[in-house]
Nanobody, 124 residues
Framework: QVQLVESGGGLVQAGDSLRLSCAAS????????MGWFRQAPGKEREFVAV????????YYTDSVKGRFTISRDNAKNSGYLQMNSLKPEDTAEYYC?????????????????WGQGTQVTVSS
């Protein structure tokens, strides 16, 4: 079992940066793959980024490559999403999620654990 709590969202202007955090409680956090997803109003929840349990592998959706960086600190049971050069189209509720394994990592239905979300709003 893993419980996840996101923080760090807010209202920023286009071009600004934000760092989202995901605090995990429960056992063996390092054994879980951690992903970030986002959901804009009226749209489906979409994959943003994922990092393997040990942190050695990361993957991103094309629209955030070069702007967002996913990371984790297993000693602190925490994961992060550094978001730079934010755009209005990045506006969404952001969720962290956890699962075992990395197969089909962009499919939200493969994640068994979810946080409550944190809102990111980017004004133009």
């Amino acid at each position: 079992q893993v419980q996840l709590v996101e923080s760090g969202g807010g209202l920023v202007q286009a071009g600004d940066s934000l760092r989202l955090s995901c605090a995990a409680s429960g056992r063996a956090f390092s054994t879980y793959t951690m992903g970030w997803f986002r959901q804009a109003p009226g749209k489906e929840r979409e994959f943003v980024a994922v990092i393997s349990g040990g942190g050695g592998s990361t993957y991103y959706t094309d629209s955030v490559k070069g702007r967002f960086t996913i990371s984790r600190d297993n000693a602190k049971n925490s994961g992060y999403l550094q978001m730079n050069s934010l755009k209005p189209e990045d506006t969404a509720e952001y969720y962290c999620a956890a699962r075992t394994g990395v197969f089909n990592y962009s499919n939200r239905r493969t994640y068994g654990y979810w946080g409550q979300g944190t809102q990111v709003t980017v004004s133009s």
